[in-house]
């Protein structure tokens, strides 16, 4: 399931896309799943056709999905290894507690990876 | 076509008081939550008003399509009845086509979606989709055969024999049976319309909503295909008749002129019931879409735990 937030403030193309990758990337979607059609996603999610559109050729572009005749499905990509999971996750629960956000938990990973890499 | 006239009115008046006498409980009963609540029964109020749209729609169909046939008859009246109950469950169909649900408001500030490509087979058991399609299959099939054995004109039977001949009209040629086989097939691509409305209409993913939600798909899948079932197996009832006691007519020959023919009587006599079994079975469907268009899709009862 995806949800799009008035709350959020990034744009709902960016919900969506972000929510599908997490999803294929994390393995919960399989190589070959179809994603829902446009108009499907759209209808449900209340936004427009082509905000769909375009997070799905993002996805597309990523490498993440692929488009068929019968619509965009999952492709085949290099799961996440089980021990970076493991660690993530490790990393996840200790943050749970102190009610830090998804993006300042992201942010703290980005920033302490580009100091690894400039040492 | 006079069974036509005399048939039809009565089967309507069967429908009306039988529809009149039945209760009219709702569809289904879940529990919410109380601003769940107030969102099924705001979309079930919209959906109360498809299904007398639909019901309205219909009728006015039917009649307009017999005041033109019984009244002005301005090409040929028996083409025009033939065609009534038809069009009426086209036009019933067009109007689940058009508003096929009314959307579930989830929440004022998020909505959700599941990452699945609904199918219609989701909502209602594949095996009610697949005889649907066979019934409008079969009754093509068997307007094809009952014209292959029609007269050249396309609206009579005969038989001949080097002493005498004998006929009977009006018999479902290929006169009357293209425009009602091309009128299946109209409603076939409604009735393929509407499912595909139906299915692919926005859908809430919160529990109780999109148990309410699977319901009223369900409800609305059943009352097109028994709308436009009705219809066809009504049409199909209606010509087995005339076919059977064509079939009848030949059969029985003309005392010293032409001999009886067994085979004609038999099919005749298994035309017949055929027919009546087919009337009968398509005014049941008509009655059932009937009743099933003035229940309540769903009922929320606000949750003891939630209120």
Redesign the interface.
């Known amino acids: 399931?995806?949800?799009?937030?008035?709350?959020d403030h990034r744009p709902a193309y960016e919900q969506v896309r972000e929510q599908?990758a997490d999803?294929i990337l994390s393995g919960r979607?399989l190589p070959g799943?179809?994603?829902?059609?446009v108009?499907?996603?759209a209808?449900?999610?209340?936004?427009a056709g082509g905000t769909v559109v375009r997070a799905y050729k993002e996805l597309e572009s990523d490498g993440l999905v692929e488009a068929t005749r019968t619509?965009f499905r999952v492709r085949q990509i290099q799961q996440i290894a089980d021990a970076t999971r493991s660690a993530a996750k490790k990393y996840v629960d200790s943050l749970i507690p102190s009610g830090v956000s998804l993006e300042e938990a992201m942010r703290a990973v980005r920033v302490e990876w580009a100091g690894t890499q400039n040492k | 076509m006079l069974s036509v006239l005399l048939a039809l009115p009565w089967a309507l008046l069967i429908l009306a008081i039988t529809i009149s006498t039945l209760k009219h409980g709702p569809f289904g009963r879940i529990e919410a939550s109380s601003s769940q609540t107030t969102s099924v029964a705001e979309a079930n109020r919209a959906l109360a008003q498809r299904n007398w749209l639909t019901v309205g729609v219909g009728l006015v169909a039917l009649a307009v399509m017999l005041t033109i046939g019984t009244i002005y008859a301005p090409l040929d009246s028996d083409r025009t009845l033939a065609l009534a109950p038809l069009t009426a469950a086209i036009s019933s169909i067009v109007v689940i086509a058009i508003r096929p649900l009314s959307s579930i408001t989830e929440s004022n500030?998020?909505?959700?979606?599941?990452?699945?490509?609904?199918r219609l087979w989701h909502f209602a058991p594949a095996w009610m989709i697949a005889a649907a399609a066979l019934i409008l299959a079969g009754s093509i099939a068997v307007f094809i055969l009952l014209g292959t054995m029609a007269d050249a004109d396309g609206m009579s039977i005969s038989r001949r024999t080097a002493r005498s001949e004998k006929s009977w009209d009006p018999f479902p040629g290929f006169f009357y049976a293209v425009p009602i086989i091309a009128a299946i097939v109209v409603l076939g691509i409604v009735v393929a319309i509407a499912l595909a409305r139906i299915t692919?209409?926005?859908?809430p993913?919160a529990p109780p909503l999109a148990e309410v939600d699977s319901a009223t798909r369900f409800h609305a899948i059943k009352l097109a295909l028994k709308i436009g079932v009705g219809a066809v197996v009504y049409t199909s009832g209606i010509w087995l008749i005339h076919a059977g006691g064509g079939s009848r007519h030949l059969g029985e020959g003309i005392p010293e002129f032409m001999d009886p023919d067994p085979s004609l009587l038999a099919l005749g006599k298994l035309l017949l019931i055929a027919g009546w079994v087919s009337q009968l079975v398509g005014i049941a469907f008509a009655v059932w879409a009937g009743k099933d268009a003035l229940k309540d899709p769903v009922v929320a009862k606000q949750s003891l735990l939630q209120k």
């Open positions: 399931m995806i949800t799009v937030s008035q709350e599908l999803q979607l799943h179809r994603l829902p059609s108009r499907q996603m209808g449900d999610l209340g936004i619509g | 500030d998020s909505r959700s979606a599941d990452i699945i490509q609904r692919n209409a926005p859908r993913t």
